[in-house]
């Protein structure tokens, strides 16, 4: 018996990046893959080159988007963001959301098929129109909820706890224990690790060569970030990389508009921006720095000292979600808490940052605490839960 699967990604290839590999693992003889890349930044012919990057087995399709659904989709999610900037309350914003893509799954007459045995959706929980439409065909379909990166969603108890949707969920798949953001589908939780970080183990401990890396993102207040001084932080590493010697990859984030204020910083500094998705991302780097991510965690995995260089906002710290304060004037999250990122603070950028015996040290530590953390074999544990159902 043959085994269908559909899955839906929505606006980030970092959905890609997690569940990839889960299935392109899966035998061609008793699967059928359908994937629909929603991803409404991007062209048709955008769409198509990624889902090439990732994919060349037979068994997996990707679905074409008609131009009606192409139009529709950009239109939910240019609608989405105009919500987002105007109405605040987030348990408006979902409800809003959610009659929003009711309202378009009803213009879309696009033909899906009605024998799919999962339908896949990552755990940011947007149950977007052409995903409403499979699900209307499909309803006796076991629904499966995915990590959409490999990070820790604990909202810890110092935090805020933000609303979810809540949606039909048969299986949901986490990356870790730690996971009560979504304590309401506590009992449909399988902790079954991340196949990213998997793949990056397989490489083996980094050899600490003198490159580094740095992994930026758009200054958002939900992540209580201070733009000019996470700026000047930067700039200030970059100049100190360089004069010590050492080559600078930059990978921006895929959904940053605003990469011209961080390239303003680069100075005369020879930068390589990294163009591929961050799972090709596997020189054998001296350090990561990064502003506030959870990708980090990828590169810990191979021993490769993580820093958190982000300076942050002590204002209306109380109402953040993932932020909290542990001592004087001292902001963390989780990944520092944990051991697996080390909090860098403009005062502590100086050439001896980089003084390799002491960064394998912190490197080796901080590969413990994601290994203690995270399980391995993730694709077989997923292949087991799912094989349950």
């Known amino acids: ?56 087995q037979k068994n997996i399709r990707l679905i074409s988007m008609t131009p009606v659904t192409l139009i529709l989709s950009k239109l939910e999610f240019a609608v989405e963001r105009i919500f987002s900037k105007i109405i605040k309350n ?15 799954a009803r213009l879309i007459w696009q033909k899906v098929r009605y024998d799919y045995d999962f339908t ?26 995915f990590p ?27 990356n870790t224990h730690l996971n009560n953001a979504f304590s309401i589908y506590s009992e449909k939780i399988k902790v079954v690790g991340s196949p990213t970080l998997d793949m990056f183990r397989d490489l083996g401990d ?17 992540f209580s970030m201070k733009e000019q001084e996470t700026l000047e932080t930067f700039q200030k590493l970059i100049k100190m990389c360089e004069q010590a010697g050492y080559s600078i990859d930059i ?61 942050y906002d002590l204002e209306n710290l109380d109402s953040k979600p993932y932020h909290y304060m542990v001592d004087y004037n001292t902001v963390v999250h989780e990944l520092i808490d944990l051991g697996i990122i080390q909090r860098l603070t403009f005062e502590g ?14 490197g080796i530590e901080q590969k413990k ?6 399980k391995q074999n993730a694709i077989e544990n997923i292949r087991n839960v799912i094989d349950v159902h």
Not at 150 to 166: C, G, L, R, Y
Not at 349 to 360: E, I, P, Q, T, W
Request: hydrophobic letters at 40%; charged letters at 25%.
């Open 251 to 311: 990978k921006h984030h895929p959904r940053d508009l605003t990469v011209y204020k961080w390239r303003a910083m680069y100075g005369n500094a020879n930068i390589s921006e990294a163009a591929v998705d961050i799972s090709n991302l596997t020189h054998e780097y001296c350090a990561v720095f990064s502003v506030y991510s959870s990708a980090p965690v990828l590169f810990a995995a191979r021993a490769i000292p993580t820093f958190d260089f982000t300076c």
């Open 120 to 145: 896949y959706l990552d755990y940011n929980l947007k149950n977007k129109a052409f995903y409403q439409r499979v699900r209307q065909k499909n309803k006796s379909a076991k629904v499966v909820i």
């Open 206 to 222: 980094s050899k600490l060569h003198n490159r580094v890396l740095f992994l930026t993102r758009r200054f958002e207040d939900t």
């Open 349 to 362: 950028v100086s050439d001896r940052l980089l003084v390799k015996s002491n960064v394998r040290k912190l």
């Open 1 to 56: 018996m043959v085994i269908k699967h559909f899955i839906f990604i929505n606006d980030s290839t970092g959905e890609l990046d997690w569940i990839a590999p889960y299935l392109s693992s899966l035998c061609q003889k008793e699967n059928e893959i359908e994937i629909y890349l929603n991803l409404p930044r991007f062209s048709r012919s955008k769409i198509q080159v990624i889902f090439s990057d990732y994919f060349s």
């Open 148 to 174: 959409h990166s490999t990070a820790i969603m604990t909202n810890n108890a110092k935090t805020p706890k933000p609303e979810v949707n809540k949606i039909q969920c048969d299986i949901f798949l986490e």
């Open 90 to 104: 987030r348990t408006w914003n979902l409800r809003l959301n959610k009659h929003l893509s009711s309202l378009i």
């Open 369 to 374: 605490s994601v290994d203690k953390l995270f």
